[in-house]
């Protein structure tokens, strides 16, 4: 059964860091597109970034590009989710989720919660 399962969330001080983690399991992630999510209370689910399969490059909403990055650790079958600069605005529940290509995503995680506050 193919699974994906977030971890890493918590709460941190705006500017600091979190590293999410997305852990597949029953599949191989590198063969799929990962895309990265979040939801923040009363809003719509929006993208973060979406890494392409096997080794393609990620792409990464203008609200977090040179603050958010994401990296494939294929021996465990994990991508992670480098967060830093954090704002409060990035406070949100975070998604990860694997396809065939960005843009269609059949498997979902759970989701992690990130709370950005002092």
């Known amino acids: 059964q193919s699974q994906l399962v977030e971890s890493g969330g918590g709460l941190v001080q705006p500017g600091g860091s979190l590293r999410l983690s997305c852990a597949a399991s029953?599949?191989?992630?590198?063969?799929?597109?990962i895309g990265w999510f979040r939801q923040a209370p009363g809003k719509e689910r929006e993208g973060v970034s979406c890494t392409r399969r096997s080794g393609g490059s990620t792409d990464y909403r203008d609200s977090v590009k040179g603050r958010f990055t994401v990296s494939r650790d294929n021996a465990k079958n994990t991508v992670y989710l480098q967060m830093n600069s954090l704002k409060p605005e990035d406070t949100a529940v975070y998604f990860c989720?694997?396809?065939?290509?960005?843009?269609?995503?059949?498997?979902w995680g759970q989701g992690t919660q990130v709370t950005v506050s002092s």
């Open positions: 989720a694997a396809g065939e290509r960005c843009g269609n995503f059949g498997t």
């Open positions: 029953g599949f191989t992630s590198d063969y799929y597109a």
